[in-house]
């Protein structure tokens, strides 16, 4: 079953057949566009990935300091709450 056009149906070949339905340049437009979609996409994951993991690491230290094992876990745990908001605050003010 052929669904070309009658007037895409000349013997030149497949090329010309595709360029009488629809012209080669806008399938590789097209095709740019996706590909520098998909790179913008990929770039600000890894741009988000990237803040994410430098949150992390710069958080983490605080977490590391506090001691649990000791029998006053209340006291160290508010000192973790007010580094934390020390940090917060630092961070915000940037």
């Given at each position: 079953?052929?669904?070309?056009?009658?007037?895409?149906?000349?013997?030149?070949?497949c090329a010309a057949r595709l360029d009488?339905?629809?012209?080669a340049s806008r399938f590789v437009a097209?095709?740019?566009?996706?590909?520098?979609?998909?790179?913008?996409?990929?770039?600000?994951?890894?741009?988000?990935?990237?803040?994410?993991?430098?949150?992390?690491?710069?958080?983490?230290p605080i977490f590391l300091l506090v001691?649990?094992?000791?029998?006053?876990?209340?006291?160290?745990?508010?000192?973790?709450?007010?580094?934390?908001?020390?940090?917060?605050?630092?961070?915000?003010?940037?």
């Open positions: 079953m052929n669904v070309l056009p009658v007037e895409a149906r000349r013997p030149e070949g009488a339905v629809a012209p097209a095709n740019v566009v996706y590909r520098l979609f998909v790179l913008g996409a990929m770039a600000a994951l890894l741009v988000w990935l990237l803040l994410l993991g430098a949150a992390f690491l710069m958080i983490l001691d649990y094992a000791r029998p006053g876990r209340r006291v160290h745990v508010i000192r973790m709450h007010r580094a934390l908001r020390q940090t917060w605050s630092a961070l915000r003010l940037r």
